[in-house]
């Protein structure tokens, strides 16, 4: 909670100082991003480097960044590179998506069947924890009430909440493989694919 607590103060301290820059409703397209308070963390601040996939802030306060190393913490002065978050497991590789959502989990989204998650602490296969067979993920984003949603290969699209996922289309007439998706305000959930179009899930069709 303190980790949290810091994290936010920071980003207050940095949105505050923004304004006292230059005290207007608009960024003043003339001035350079220099001139504004920010902060970087690179390699010479102990960033691991690689591409980044996806980031995201988990309930205890870290600040987690999926890269094509790993999974990379960072407790606000530290960055810790997790390459092996379950322990009698090979390394996990890239990591192509990140989720929090409203009951405290961190979803991470691996390539293939592979998906963890990330609650007080420890790390699980969230595949073997809720008998899921997959494979593989290749979405996931969070519905309008903070529920993780995943487009699997095999299951295509899933919702988890109330700690079971399940299927909230049947999805026959989609064959390709989704890159995306979301949720609007009307419940309808729309799916963006690689290869054939955007699709809406309305009511389970």
């Known amino acids: 909670m303190m980790q ?18 230059h005290a207007a409703w608009a960024v003043d397209s003339a001035r350079a991003v220099s001139q504004y308070v920010h902060d970087k963390w690179g390699a010479n601040r102990g960033f691991v480097g690689g591409a980044v996939y996806a980031i995201c802030q988990s309930e205890d306060g870290y600040l987690w960044i999926g890269t094509e190393r790993g ?5 606000g002065f530290t960055f810790t590179l997790i390459q092996r978050p379950l322990p009698d497991s090979p390394p996990i590789g890239a990591v192509r998506g990140l989720v929090s959502d409203a009951e ?19 790390f699980e296969d969230a595949l073997v924890r809720y008998g899921l067979e997959e494979a593989a993920f290749t979405a996931m984003s ?12 095999e299951h295509r699209a899933l919702r988890y909440r109330g700690g079971k996922f399940e299927r909230i289309a049947t999805s026959e007439n ?18 963006g694919t690689r290869d054939i179009g955007l699709f809406r899930v309305d009511q389970g069709n």
């Open 142 to 153: 969070l519905d309008g009430d903070g529920h993780p949603l995943l487009w699997g290969i």
């Open 104 to 122: 405290g989990n961190l979803w991470i989204r691996l390539d293939g069947p592979h998906l963890l998650r990330y609650r007080d602490g420890r």
């Open 4 to 21: 949290r607590n810091w994290l936010r103060g920071c980003l207050l301290a940095g949105i505050a100082g923004i304004c006292l820059v």
């Open 174 to 191: 989609l064959d390709g493989v989704a890159i995306s998706l979301a949720e609007t305000r009307d419940r309808k959930v729309w799916i």
């Open 71 to 75: 999974l990379v913490r960072f407790d």
